[in-house]
């Protein structure tokens, strides 16, 4: 699949735990692994730990972003900000993402196309998903 995401989408406010504000569209230039997810969400939980693991392989190839619609007060209070650098809360996700189950996984390529899309819980660091990553952070 390849879905471009429009301005309007791609123009969403991010707040890091130290609620600095990010904007999406920050993100570009390199593939982003896009996980929605929230603190509440046992599927959502298990899968932060293969989040890291690809953050910590691709190191700065890639973006690893997991937003959450929680507060920044309510992820911090799980204790999940201690273990994970790449949690963000948004006051909403945009409309186009289409987004009513958690966790929601999306790879997104340098160019802002969504690339793949898993809905509910599944294995995220998966040699396929390696490989796909490696092939986008190749691309032009």
Not at 79 to 90: D, I, K, M
């Amino acid at each position: 699949m390849s879905e471009a995401i429009p301005p309007n989408a791609s123009n969403w406010a991010l707040f890091d735990m130290n609620d600095q504000m990010h904007n999406f569209n920050d993100f570009s230039g390199k593939p982003i692994v896009l996980s929605f997810w929230a603190t509440w969400c046992p599927p959502c939980r298990a899968e932060l730990p293969e989040l890291k693991e690809l953050k910590e392989e691709f190191s700065n190839q890639i973006h690893v972003v997991a937003a959450s619609e929680e507060s920044i007060e309510t992820i911090q209070q799980s204790g999940l900000n201690n273990t994970y650098s790449f949690l963000y809360s948004t006051p909403g996700y945009p409309a186009f993402f289409k987004i009513d189950t958690y966790p929601t996984l999306m790879i997104i390529d340098k160019k802002m196309n969504i690339v793949f899309k898993n809905i509910g819980a599944g294995k995220v660091n998966t040699e396929e998903n390696r490989s796909f990553i490696k092939s986008l952070i190749s691309e032009n």
